[in-house]
Nanobody
Framework: QEQLMESGGGLVPPGGSLRLSCVAP????????MMWFRQAPGKERELVAT????????KYADSVKGRFTVSRNNAKQTMYLQMNNLLPEDTAVYYC?????WGPGTLVTVSE
């Protein structure tokens, strides 16, 4: 059973929006600080956003501040990443992370 599973990726034009979801059915979701990472072609994986256990504290990479919003619903064992005003450089596979667990990723492509 997958411990984490992302969804919501796709193709979107510049300036568009997407909402990613990360479901964590396999463990006690509310025990973990959750993170979103991304990896663009030919580049290293980078941290995009972090959210505390209860969701009260969030942090973002400078490149996405003001455009992305991370949130979580512990009752649904789900974390979200709302991405607005998307840019071509946001194109990447997006992964959610909890401790040592990773999802398989969801591809976001920003292009005309």
């Amino acid at each position: 059973q997958e411990q984490l599973m992302e969804s919501g990726g796709g193709l979107v034009p510049p300036g568009g929006s997407l909402r990613l979801s990360c479901v964590a059915p396999g463990f006690t979701f509310s025990d973990f600080v959750m993170m979103w990472f991304r990896q663009a072609p030919g580049k290293e994986r980078e941290l995009v956003a972090t959210i505390s256990v209860l969701g009260g504290v969030t942090k973002y990479a400078d490149s996405v501040k003001g455009r992305f919003t991370v949130s979580r619903n512990n009752a649904k064992q789900t974390m979200y990443l709302q991405m607005n005003n998307l840019l071509p450089e946001d194109t990447a596979v997006y992964y959610c992370n909890a401790g040592t667990w990773w999802g398989p990723g969801t591809l976001v492509t920003v292009s005309e």
